[in-house]
């Protein structure tokens, strides 16, 4: 059975270490952050004000940036590494320095039990993790406001550009003195990244494009300056109007042990299970039957809380939606054929995704007003008890 990609670049990165320890390599001591190549691209500067913030250089290797931003910027670093040849050279050149504290970890197991940073970055080290797992667990680690930086493989240098799909691959690392060492890395698009950090969160600022000073090399990086946002967004789905008929909707909220659930809109916006009010029907059924027809999940009617009803103008167009919350259902959500929203997924309420579908945000804002969601304005008229179906 093959090894997962995580298991090999472990294994990779410790033989790294080995042999770079054995060989005595001594790396000249940081002026600035080299993100891809030393002396392209922005520098430090990126990461903001740095006095005082606790800062997490994950991925640290021999230390080198994190000791440059505690002697000269006046941060409190935590360098992670999960080599123990890494760590051993960083602690014999930097162990006594205040200020930085070295750490031998894994960088999710450190990421998922560490207090919020105000700032984290990563050079070249992102892309030897899943980031499925990596990146809800670096949202998680960052306080509301704090900034995020990386680089991550773009072109090698051979010329293989990105991948579409977040799978791995393998690369080639040479250390210095001979040897090939085979890694496992998720090189993947601009636009992939991207839309995986707004997934989980995360908003992306600015991307640098840092390509091989030399013509022959292919290589190419790409730099990623992203903030965990104080407020979440929200959008309408398109710039039209609803038509006249579908202007009467519902929306279900269903917050758990597990989080909030919410889906992806196959135009880009997060939002919850519901959808439009069919005649005939009640607006308990008419969240039933959206909650099932979208997500697979069951509910009854008596289930449903009516909290109250959001008026706002799309396009000149009155549109009229119900807020309600499910307080039990039964089963595990899952994309439904012919849906035009799926992805389903559960989300704490402090790591609520960005592009929340506009109705989404007005009704999660109508249970919750301390949410910090920025949305169109709405009227809310609450019902008096919240089990009002007229």
């Given at each position: ?28 001591e ?54 123990p ?50 990146l ?10 704090g900034?995020?930086?990386?680089t ?7 010329g ?12 080639i690392?040479?250390p ?45 990086y ?14 309408p ?7 006249a ?49 979208e997500?697979?999940?069951e ?13 706002d ?7 009229v ?17 012919g ?8 989300f ?18 109508a ?8 949305h ?6 609450p ?8």
């Amino acid at each position: 059975m093959a090894a997962r990609p995580e298991a090999v670049n472990a294994e990779a990165w410790r033989v790294y270490g080995e042999h770079h320890l054995r060989r005595g390599t001594v790396l000249p001591e940081a002026a600035r952050i080299g993100w891809g190549f030393e002396d392209a691209g922005p520098g430090t500067e990126i990461l903001g004000e740095l006095t005082g913030r606790r800062v997490l250089d994950l991925g640290c290797g021999t230390a080198r940036h994190a000791a440059h931003l505690v002697r000269d910027h006046g941060a409190l670093v935590d360098a992670v590494d999960a080599s123990p040849g890494q760590h051993e050279r960083a602690r014999a050149r930097y162990g006594s320095l205040p200020g930085l504290r070295l750490v031998l970890a894994d960088a999710l197991e450190h990421l998922r039990t560490a207090e919020p940073y105000d700032v984290i970055y990563a050079v070249n080290a992102v892309p030897y993790i899943d980031p499925h797992r990596l990146l809800p667990a670096l949202a998680g680690a960052l306080k509301p406001g704090g900034r995020l930086c990386f680089t991550v493989l773009h072109t090698n240098a051979q010329g293989a550009g990105p991948s579409e799909e977040a799978a791995a691959r393998p690369e080639i690392l040479r250390p210095a003195g001979g040897g090939d060492v085979t890694v496992q890395m998720w090189v993947l698009t601009e636009d992939l990244w991207t839309a995986l950090l707004t997934e989980h969160g995360l908003r992306v600022e600015h991307v640098d494009v840092l390509d091989a000073p030399q013509a022959e090399n292919d290589a190419s990086y790409r730099l990623f300056q992203v903030t965990r946002p104080l407020r979440r967004s929200s959008r309408p789905r398109t710039g039209k109007p609803p038509l006249a008929h579908a202007a009467l909707g519902v929306g279900a909220i269903l917050h758990g042990p597990r989080g909030l659930l919410l889906g992806r809109h196959r135009h880009g916006t997060w939002e919850l299970p519901g959808g439009t009010v069919e005649p005939g029907e009640s607006l308990r059924e008419a969240v039933v039957r959206e909650l099932g027809e979208e997500t697979g999940l069951e509910a009854r009617p008596q289930d449903v809380r009516l909290l109250g009803t959001l008026l706002d103008d799309a396009g000149g167009v009155v549109r009229v939606t119900v807020a309600a919350r499910v307080t039990a259902w039964r089963g595990e959500p899952s994309d439904q054929p012919g849906e035009s929203v799926g992805r389903w997924r559960w989300f704490a309420l402090d790591r609520l995704p960005e592009e929340l579908f506009v109705c989404s945000a007005q009704a999660l804002t109508a249970w919750r007003p301390g949410l910090p969601i920025d949305h169109a304005p709405a009227r809310f008229t609450p019902y008096a008890t919240g089990t009002d179906d007229s």
